[in-house]
């Protein structure tokens, strides 16, 4: 790359509390405590940053970023220096006081997370009982400020049968957009994927029934498709490339090229409590590790696929493959494509196989 553009989005993890203990989470298993999250005064300054290098869109995830009681400022703040503002929430905590705050600080979109579509499956894997019923509330509060509501439902082994509810319930809340996404396995997702993985029956008669709702719904509600990784022939453009189009940052103000990268050994991530985000994106060694087209094996280096998935993900190269700068295993390319059918063998048997316990997520030491 001889230019380099900024990033399109700056992700931020504000925190990792979360009232909910989704087993499917991709946080990572050491998170961040509280006492060592950025202060309302350093996401501020990030925001300044953000702006000044270009960065349009800032998302704000967690852990539940409500859960951070300086939230509307934060967002106030970023409304103010033109960035466009998304929310990825539970909902569990969006009160109608907190939705007016939201409001008026100028939040542009709100990405509503659902556990399910069945109550009690719902609180179950969110481990919080009450919270789907609480996130229908939210969904309401959504559409009444006249915000675009988008509705994302994480699938997996456990609850992909109910997939066709899970597509009524977004359309009966008005979704203009639903999100159905197979769970990614790292973090805790990765930990629980014997629990998780769905068998390719499963699958494919999920494709199936969202091709169909998709074909329903059109013109009126747009369908995202997640597909999981593991039964896929090419690989994903993880974060649209390595260092290309987001900054990640942790609750503890460690930027990362993905959410994922700390996994990654030999690589050392600047915090903006001492860089700056325009020199974290323009000489930060870690992002520049696997960005572009440079660094590639082969037979990424060769492929007229290279731009596109930018040689897939790095963290599911170093996490199946055991090498991060290697073929993402998932391209049937790859030399090691044959891992991903032994682990489907392995954790992603018939559904009439009983599914190993799972583990929830817990944020230790709070
Ligand atoms: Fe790190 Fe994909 S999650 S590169």
């Given at each position: 790359?001889?230019?380099?553009?900024?990033?399109?989005?700056?992700?931020?993890?504000?925190?990792?509390?979360?009232?909910?203990?989704?087993?499917?989470?991709?946080?990572?298993?050491?998170?961040?405590?509280?006492?060592?999250?950025?202060?309302?005064?350093?996401?501020?300054?990030?925001?300044?940053?953000?702006?000044?290098?270009?960065?349009?869109?800032?998302?704000?995830?967690?852990?539940?970023?409500?859960?951070?009681?300086?939230?509307?400022?934060?967002?106030?703040?970023?409304?103010?220096?033109?960035?466009?503002?998304?929310?990825?929430?539970?909902?569990?905590?969006?009160?109608?006081?907190?939705?007016?705050?939201?409001?008026?600080?100028?939040?542009?979109?709100?990405?509503?997370?659902?556990?399910?579509?069945?109550?009690?499956?719902?609180?179950?894997?969110?481990?919080?009982?009450?919270?789907?019923?609480?996130?229908?509330?939210?969904?309401?509060?959504?559409?009444?400020?006249?915000?675009?509501?988008?509705?994302?439902?994480?699938?997996?082994?456990?609850?992909?049968?109910?997939?066709?509810?899970?597509?009524?319930?977004?359309?009966?809340?008005?979704?203009?957009?639903?999100?159905?996404?197979?769970?990614?396995?790292?973090?805790?997702?990765?930990?629980?994927?014997?629990?998780?993985?769905?068998?390719?029956?499963?699958?494919?008669?999920?494709?199936?029934?969202?091709?169909?709702?998709?074909?329903?719904?059109?013109?009126?509600?747009?369908?995202?498709?997640?597909?999981?990784?593991?039964?896929?022939?090419?690989?994903?453009?993880?974060?649209?490339?390595?260092?290309?189009?987001?900054?990640?940052?942790?609750?503890?103000?460690?930027?990362?090229?993905?959410?994922?990268?700390?996994?990654?050994?030999?690589?050392?991530?600047?915090?903006?409590?001492?860089?700056?985000?325009?020199?974290?994106?323009?000489s930060d060694p870690a992002f520049a590790r696997f960005r572009g087209t440079d660094w590639m094996p082969e037979p990424c280096r060769g492929c007229d696929q290279r731009e596109l998935d930018w040689g897939g993900c790095r963290c599911q190269a170093l996490a199946l493959a055991g090498d991060a700068a290697g073929v993402d295993p998932v391209c049937h390319k790859a030399p090691d494509h044959a891992i991903m059918a032994e682990l489907i063998a392995a954790d992603g048997p018939c559904a009439d196989v009983p599914a190993p316990p799972l583990v929830p997520r817990r944020l230790a030491g709070v």
């Amino acid at each position: 790359m001889s230019t380099l553009a900024p990033p399109m989005g700056l992700i931020a993890e504000l925190t990792h509390r979360c009232p909910l203990q989704c087993a499917y989470c991709a946080n990572p298993l050491e998170m961040v405590a509280p006492r060592a999250e950025l202060s309302t005064a350093d996401w501020l300054r990030v925001i300044d940053e953000a702006a000044e290098i270009g960065i349009l869109q800032l998302h704000l995830t967690g852990g539940e970023p409500m859960a951070r009681p300086d939230l509307a400022q934060i967002v106030a703040h970023a409304a103010a220096r033109g960035l466009y503002t998304n929310l990825i929430t539970s909902g569990v905590l969006l009160s109608d006081a907190a939705m007016a705050e939201l409001l008026a600080a100028g939040i542009d979109h709100i990405q509503l997370s659902f556990q399910g579509a069945a109550e009690d499956a719902a609180d179950r894997m969110g481990g919080y009982k009450g919270g789907h019923a609480r996130k229908l509330e939210a969904a309401r509060r959504i559409r009444e400020a006249g915000l675009t509501l988008t509705t994302n439902f994480v699938i997996h082994r456990q609850n992909i049968a109910d997939l066709p509810a899970m597509i009524a319930l977004g359309e009966a809340l008005g979704s203009d957009r639903i999100e159905i996404a197979h769970t990614q396995y790292y973090g805790w997702a990765l930990k629980n994927r014997a629990a998780l993985l769905p068998g390719r029956a499963q699958l494919d008669e999920a494709t199936a029934q969202v091709a169909a709702a998709r074909e329903r719904l059109l013109g009126r509600i747009v369908i995202d498709y997640v597909v999981p990784d593991y039964y896929a022939e090419r690989p994903k453009a993880c974060m649209g490339g390595w260092g290309h189009r987001f900054i990640h940052l942790l609750p503890s103000g460690v930027a990362l090229p993905c959410h994922a990268a700390q996994t990654i050994p030999g690589l050392a991530f600047a915090s903006v409590r001492d860089t700056s985000l325009v020199d974290i994106w323009r000489s930060d060694p870690a992002f520049a590790r696997f960005r572009g087209t440079d660094w590639m094996p082969e037979p990424c280096r060769g492929c007229d696929q290279r731009e596109l998935d930018w040689g897939g993900c790095r963290c599911q190269a170093l996490a199946l493959a055991g090498d991060a700068a290697g073929v993402d295993p998932v391209c049937h390319k790859a030399p090691d494509h044959a891992i991903m059918a032994e682990l489907i063998a392995a954790d992603g048997p018939c559904a009439d196989v009983p599914a190993p316990p799972l583990v929830p997520r817990r944020l230790a030491g709070v």
